[in-house]
């Protein structure tokens, strides 16, 4: 499913508190980045941030599961889908944000 570009200007717009980031469209998507890291992605039509072992138990915690593209039936274990609330409170999602860029750093090394 592709993304819609006035949800593309509502995450951009939410993720705003989190500084200066970029996206570039992708395979029907699109990937956001901060510093030439890329932390998050629009899949599937959703928000979903980047997770690792120090955060993936967060997501878990409010249910939330790994993105999963049916077209090549296979998940990617390393994005998750924001919860509805958190995408909603610019606040909350900084932090979140802080957390998957963090863990997309960690990945990086």
């Known amino acids: 499913m592709a993304f819609s570009e006035d949800y593309l200007q509502f995450v951009l717009d ?3 508190p989190f500084g200066v980031i970029i996206h570039k ?3 029907g998507g ?3 980045y ?3 890291v890329m932390f998050a992605g629009i899949m599937g039509g959703s928000l979903h941030f980047k997770v690792d072992d ?3 138990q967060d997501f878990i915690d409010v249910g939330m599961e790994p993105f ?3 077209g090549m039936g296979k998940g990617m274990a390393s994005y998750y889908l924001i919860p509805e609330n958190i995408l909603e409170d610019k606040d909350a999602l900084k932090k979140w944000a802080e957390n998957a860029f ?3 750093l ?3 090394k």
């Open 54 to 56: 120090l955060n993936r």
């Open 30 to 32: 699109v990937g956001i």
């Open 25 to 27: 469209k992708m395979f």
């Open 34 to 36: 901060k510093d030439g």
């Open 102 to 104: 963090a863990a997309a």
């Open 14 to 16: 939410q993720l705003e």
């Open 106 to 108: 960690r990945k990086k």
């Open 68 to 70: 999963f593209h049916k």
